[in-house]
């Protein structure tokens, strides 16, 4: 097997194993919509975090070109970043924020929701076990070994 060989086949299961965890992502956000078990939105999320940050089970930062040099945005992400990884709570990044808040739905005025901060809270840790919640902490444990502390998920394209 040549050293092409190999690289094209490590790109083929990098890819695969991406599109399983956009799936899972995917999944979970679905799944946790139906249940009520989810909080969008960079200060509602920062106001759940500091009341009850036990009951946070996963957390997702969303951006796209748009937002990159909105400075109190990314001063908005280190924090919560900051509190994810002291509170031991699984963080990822997605790049498609239309995508996302697409996912995630309306707000009573049917104004899309801010979807720069999603979080799947539990409120019975024991009560909601997600296969797709498993899959994300597995992905960030092993993304967190090589040292990528906000690995970045693309989702599938619908």
Known sequence: MTLEEIHGQ?????????Q??????EELLVSAKKQDCLTVGVYESAKVMNVDPDNVAFCVL??????ECDIALQIHFTLIQAFCFDNDIN?????DIERLAGIVGTDESEEPKDAHCILVTSPNVDSWKDPALDKLRLFCEESRGVYEWVP???????
């Open 10 to 18: 490590e790109n083929t299961e990098t890819a695969d194993r991406m």
């Open 20 to 25: 399983v965890v956009g799936n899972a992502l």
């Open 62 to 67: 969303a951006t796209d070109e748009e937002y």
């Open 91 to 95: 963080i990822v990044r997605v790049n």
């Open 152 to 158: 970045t998920i693309t989702l599938p394209e619908r």
